[in-house]
């Protein structure tokens, strides 16, 4: 009782001791990304201070991803840096991986550093996947495919939309699930992969009624761009239509498609007037397709000159865009820290195999040990049984040499020693083989009484401290219902089993537990 009061003090103390997080803060953080205007509301009502250090740090990140959220703006990453250093030091997965999260939308949104963003949001990512936190992994693999979308590293963009998709699909997000099968669609559509492109333009077409203006007016785009790569002028212009009725931003890419429907008519000028004004288009995958499209017009038209100029003028604007996303120096860092990080992960799964092997060895040898002591005390009692005989044949010879003892004395010791070389040479034999027939799970409905007493004797032996347990138990328990106990508590075998082994049907096992517990003193 000491110790339990002592270990309820330590307890009291230690909680005592411990800051309490402050319960605005707490909420906040609950909500931040559902309902991010109210989670902003609640920290706004905070008292600043009488705040820990703690309370303080969250309060600087909750308030960092509100205005991320809810404003799309930031005073630079000095302030979520040193959130970044202090949570790598005293936070949790939830706020360590946010921090560099948020650090990496920051960076890559408001100043343009997506480089560094991608090296917070890879962080975040292992963070998110070590802790299993679906959300955090979901927005991390969202951001990382847009990040690598414009440095034009489609393979990785491929692994990320990818990623994506099966994180929204867990989340059961309809809305995120649609947006994934969009940047799946078109990674696959951006390496010549139309095929896979088009599966995924369809499962898409499911979730069409979920999406807001400017996701549907994306999706009728790319439903259009299918049928005119599929020769299906009608429908690619029944979809490029919706695509301009649905179309709420700027955007050029549609004039893409209608160039291409003009060129299959061999319409080249008014090809060459729309697709023109792709070249307008910010997104620069869309104005380098545009670029080849202008080229391939310029061809058609005998403007030989001008194909040329516009190629270079491609080949120009490609790798001054990769130079200034630094798309290989982005792309081989990727693929240096995914390998960094599995064979990390390999060593650790070796770490464990190996610390389970030496678990397993440890237990073997433990079993090996009590098995051996189990049967070094079973070849101890057959010793001192072997003792007993041999001591009582010396008494004997003492006695009929000295003419002390009666002929009933004698007879006595005889009987002795035949009683020990019984259990040495019969019971013991007898019993080891029923045993083992118990172990195999075979019947033992045909053995006789005295084999069923045999079996019992041995086991006697060969658990004494548990056979002591039933003594003191029960009272008078017939050996059918000693094998029982051995069936069901030492070799915890099921009702099933047992039944099979005892020759009986499983319902007669309720009466014959029963009776054993009527037996009890």
């Known amino acids: 009782m000491k110790k339990i009061a002592w270990i309820l003090v330590v307890i009291a103390m230690i909680v005592g001791c411990s800051e309490a997080r402050n319960p605005l803060l707490k909420e906040a953080a609950e909500i931040v990304h559902q309902r991010p205007d109210s989670a902003r509301v609640l920290i706004n009502k905070v008292d600043t201070t009488a705040l820990s250090e703690a309370d303080k740090m969250e309060y600087r990140l909750l308030t960092i991803m509100t205005d991320y959220i809810v404003l799309h703006q930031a005073d630079g990453d000095s302030l979520i840096t040193t959130c970044v250093d202090y949570y790598d030091k005293h936070g949790d997965d939830w706020q360590r991986g946010r921090a560099y999260y948020y650090r990496g939308g920051i960076r890559r949104h408001l100043l343009g550093k997506t480089f560094d963003a991608i090296k917070d949001y890879k962080v975040a990512e292992t963070i998110a996947e070590d802790a299993d936190d679906e959300l955090l992994k979901n927005m991390v693999y969202e951001n990382l495919a847009f990040a690598n979308y414009y440095c034009f590293t489609h393979p990785l963009i491929l692994e990320y939309s990818q990623k994506f998709l099966e994180s929204s699909l867990k989340l059961n997000d309809s809305v995120m699930t649609l947006r994934a099968l969009q940047m799946c669609a078109s990674s696959y559509s951006y390496m010549d992969q139309s095929d896979s492109a088009y599966a995924y333009i369809f499962r898409s077409m499911d979730y069409i009624d979920l999406a807001d203006s400017i996701l549907r007016a994306d999706i009728y785009h790319n439903i259009a761009a299918m049928y005119q790569e599929q020769g299906d002028d009608e429908n690619a212009r029944k979809y490029l239509e919706k695509w301009k009725n649905n179309k709420t931003a700027i955007s050029f890419k549609g004039y893409l498609i209608e160039a291409r429907l003009l060129e299959a008519q061999g319409h080249y000028k008014e090809a ?53 996303n630094h798309s290989l120096e982005i792309a081989d860092w990727q693929r240096k820290y995914d390998e960094a990080r599995w064979k990390e992960r390999s060593y650790q799964r070796m770490v464990k195999l190996g610390g389970a092997f030496l678990l397993f060895l440890t237990v073997m040898m433990m079993g090996y040990w009590w098995y051996w002591r189990r049967v070094r005390s079973l070849r101890f009692r057959l010793d001192e049984h072997a003792r007993r005989i041999t001591e009582n044949q010396a008494e004997i010879e003492r006695l009929q040499q000295s003419g002390e003892a009666s002929e009933q004395t004698i007879a006595n010791l005889k009987k002795q020693i035949e009683n020990n070389r019984q259990i040495i040479s019969n019971k013991l034999l007898i019993g080891t083989r029923c045993f083992v027939k118990l172990q195999q799970k075979e019947s033992v409905a045909d053995i006789t009484a005295d084999e069923k007493q045999c079996l ?62 009527g037996r009890e003193k």
Do not use: C, N
């Open 272 to 324: 060459l007037e729309r697709v023109k004004k792709s070249l307008s288009e910010k997104d620069p995958l869309v104005r380098s397709h545009a670029m080849d499209v202008v080229s391939r017009l310029y061809e058609k038209t005998g403007d030989m000159g001008a194909a040329l100029d516009i190629k270079r003028q491609k080949d120009t604007y490609t790798d001054s865009i990769m130079k200034a």
């Open 456 to 517: 019992i004797t041995y086991y006697a032996q060969l658990r004494p401290k548990r056979w002591q347990e039933w003594e003191h138990t029960y009272v008078s328990l017939t050996t059918t219902q000693y094998i029982f106990l051995i069936l069901q508590e030492d070799l915890h075998y099921d009702d099933d089993t047992i039944a099979q082994i005892l020759g009986v049907k499983p319902a007669s096992l309720r009466t014959l537990r029963s009776r054993i517990k």
